[in-house]
């Protein structure tokens, strides 16, 4: 690697920061943020600068290893392939394809390379027991944008860089940079929204890191965010304040949220939320009357019983105030690759509930099945039962629910496998670890988090290290298991046509295809001259061939099409690699009703499954308000999830896995600062630090999300060290919300009490059984 400046986008979390990179005789000397990145201006977090952490890390694994009864011992890549793909093979022969389960954690999501071996790898499996972090994160608002929207990707994002008014309900910004957001530098923005004579209300369970510097703050008790967004709702129909703007013409149902939202009063939710009724109805007023203002909801309001109500209920809110599409509201982005045309063009919009789990009967979306019931389907005998296991990149005993129920379904498998590069609470149950190489070694494009953006941008840098030869990508462990599969599968030989192919795919990577898709997006190869001789053809396949033709998609797509005749052109790997700071594309702007993709290319405001669900949350309404603690969640900005804790720049420092707890609280519990506290359930029972606070409401406690590195047998000393406890010990996989199926993390009762040293030698684990779930609005 040449000595110099390089320039790349942070991979560690959704706010794709730039980062300036020095380099001197093959080692890091400084990570910088880059001033002339056009989305982050020069802005990182202290996440950034553990890249060299990530890079360097000794622990970090970098040949194959499978487990013997002497421990760890290396293996060759060709010996680990045949080893793995020879035990896969023959448990789904003598036990059906279904007896094999994967699971896909969110680091995937940060590589382009991962993604597009990641389909023919599922299909090589062919399991439908498939699994991922989606049902324990963002499912709800995957759920809301395909029923209202037509396509489970199309998320209206917020125009913060524009609008005067940001009311942000169970999200923390501050700490996340986003989520289904993209902002780096929240801050920055925020402090330029304000200058501009703009304001911020937030609505959490904690004064969070982002509530400490709201215009406006409320408590509001955790689980009860549907009815405060449908008690808004009712104040908008009730005082005349709906108004759709631009979107009217293109949304039907309007009507039928109306009759919906008739018995939410502010007056009959206050109890239940904690929020007094005023304050509720100059929420939806503030909402209405502000020209530009965008109302955003994150995990605090999705990961809860009602989280699938809830967040349709934020998108309806939106809408019938006049925000969608609209400049300073919540608008679609139009990235360099467009996923989200790409998929609708292959008929994969997305579906749900196609198909039912074996044990709890719980929907698919998009072809997985809830987290929540990965540990069912593995200790429940019986046809389609689990035997054999696959995880990338993702650490389900830390990251989901039950994590000591996960433990027990993983350490009983015939056989698992995982590509990560750590031993972790996860893998370490594993027969074979396939380590993958780091995210320096490989080229970088955010095929996913451009989607989300707050601004068009694209971005793409070559690796910055060479991995070496004995060492392997994350796309070719992928491919070239699924061939190996694929082969036994047919016997031992593919066809001519097929091998080859496949010899094809293994040998171009993913950059090949990723290049062509920059060419043939809207943002791509300009033809010049031909450009007028072309239009009237694209325009005659626009009218002439069917709606739903592949050369309607084609056409779209084309940088010919006239939709796109003002934007940047020119797009590819070649011209971005002239650009290694990436390029500016422009804001969001306005692009309905040709964005949706319902069959009838209007918004569904009222799509009936939510509509038959609100017997659930008139239940909740009718119930009286529990009086025990409420568990929530937290995130802080040096931690992402659970992989992040073996660098000690970002564990260093005081203690953050700590119970958040209101003084009113501490006093009848008994607690005192510097104590620490026994946080039980019907499920188990953990131990952290006190941490008294008049930063959280009274009645709710709050345990960081992705710590609990106690268990044995890691290969993480600096995480080991610094273990904290899993929040996911006290969480059950018993309770989902029953609309989505998605994880309840937010708003279960939990128990608190002082605890005595003596206690430590009667636990020496979590114990098993029925766990409990929690509250929080932080993110994961």
Known sequence: MENGTHYRTCHLCEAMCGVAIEVRDGHITSIKGDEDDPLSHGHICPKAVALQDLHEDPERLRKPVRRTSDGWQEMEWNEAFDLVADRLHSVRKEHGRNSIGAYLGNPNVHNHGSLVATTPFLRALGTQNRFSATSNDQLPHMLASLEMFGHQILFPIPDIDRTDLFICIGANPMASNGSLMTVPDFRGRLKALKGRGGRMVVVDPRRTETGKLADEFHFIRPGTDALLLMAMVHTLFEENLVNLGHAEPFTKDVDLVRLAAMSFTPEAVSEHTGMPAADIRNLARQLATTQRAALYTRMGTSTQAFGGVATWLAYVLNILTGKLDSTGGVMFTQPAIDLVALGAMSGQNGHFGKRFSRVKKLPEFG??????????????PGEGQIRAFVTVAGNPVLSS????????AFSGLDFMVSVDYYLNETTRHADVILPPTAGLERSHYDLIFSMFAVRNTAKYSPALFDAGKDTRHDWQI??????????????????????????????????????????????????????????????????????????????????LNRHWQDLPKGLSINALKELPNGVDLGPLRPCMP????TRDGKVNLAPRRYLQDLERLHSLLSATPVDSLLLIGRRHVRSNNSWMHNSQRLVKGKERCTLMINPKDAARCGLQTGDSAEVGSASGQIVLPVEITEDIMAGVVSVPHGWGHHRSGTGQSVAVAHA????????????????????VLNGQSVTVKAWRADHQRKRAR??????????????H
């Open 367 to 380: 072809g997985e099945y809830p987290s929540s019931t990965m540990a069912d389907e593995i200790l429940t």
């Open 401 to 408: 629910p039950n994590g000591g129920r996960l433990d027990e």
């Open 478 to 559: 992928l491919l070239e298991l699924a061939h190996r599969l694929e082969k036994k599968r047919k016997g031992g030989r593919l066809p001519l046509r097929a091998e080859m192919g496949w010899r094809a795919f293994k040998q171009i990577g993913p950059d090949p295809i990723l290049d062509l898709m920059l060419r043939s997006g809207p943002y791509g190869t300009d033809i010049g001259p031909a450009r007028g001789l072309a239009q009237p053809a694209i325009d005659l396949v626009m009218d002439i061939l069917p709606k739903r033709h592949p050369l309607q998609g084609l056409a779209k797509l084309s940088p």
């Open 594 to 597: 040709g964005r949706l993709f």
């Open 724 to 743: 904290g406890a899993s929040i996911n010990d006290v969480l059950s996989d018993q309770e989902t919300d029953l609309l989505v199926g998605t994880s």
């Open 766 to 779: 979590p114990p098993q059984g029925r766990t409990l779930c929690l509250s929080g609005s932080n993110g």
